[in-house]
């Protein structure tokens, strides 16, 4: 989860921002999770890279200049693979049980994202959460 979800966005940056810097414009989006705002059992580490991206998000705002733009999504639950890498039987059942009775689909998020980009470019939408309507 460490590689994945916080070296992921670390090299993401690394590799774009100087483009960015040198075109005068750019937009990063960095997907979290509404873990990162609401912690539950079992889900600690998970949420704990989720709340870095949601740091180092921000982080980059601050710094970027006015030029870039940085959005974090924040997804609840969405039916997608996210399951599958689970170790645990339990665990992973109840996650596939919960996505399948209230996952949002995978276009809501993509819409969201399509809503950040699409503003002007003085306008920065700092963070978007997109969750089921049924999720706590």
């Known amino acids: 989860m460490i590689d994945i979800n916080i070296k992921g966005v670390l090299y993401g940056i690394a590799a774009a921002l100087p483009t960015f810097r040198k075109q005068g414009a750019g937009h990063f989006i960095n997907v979290a999770s509404t873990a990162a705002h609401r912690i539950v059992p079992g889900m600690a580490v998970y949420a704990g890279t989720k709340f870095a991206v949601r740091a180092i998000s921000e982080g980059l705002r601050q710094e970027a200049g006015t030029a870039l733009r940085v ?4 997804p609840g639950m969405t039916r997608t693979g996210f399951a599958d890498s689970m170790t645990s039987p339990e665990l ?3 996650t596939q049980s919960t996505m399948e009775k209230m996952g949002i689909p995978p276009d809501a998020i993509a819409r969201a994202i399509a809503f950040a980009i ?10 978007i959460i997109v969750r089921p309507t049924a999720q706590s």
């Open 71 to 74: 959005t974090v999504i924040s």
């Open 92 to 94: 992973k059942a109840q």
């Open 118 to 127: 699409e503003q002007p470019s003085v306008v920065d939408v700092g963070e």
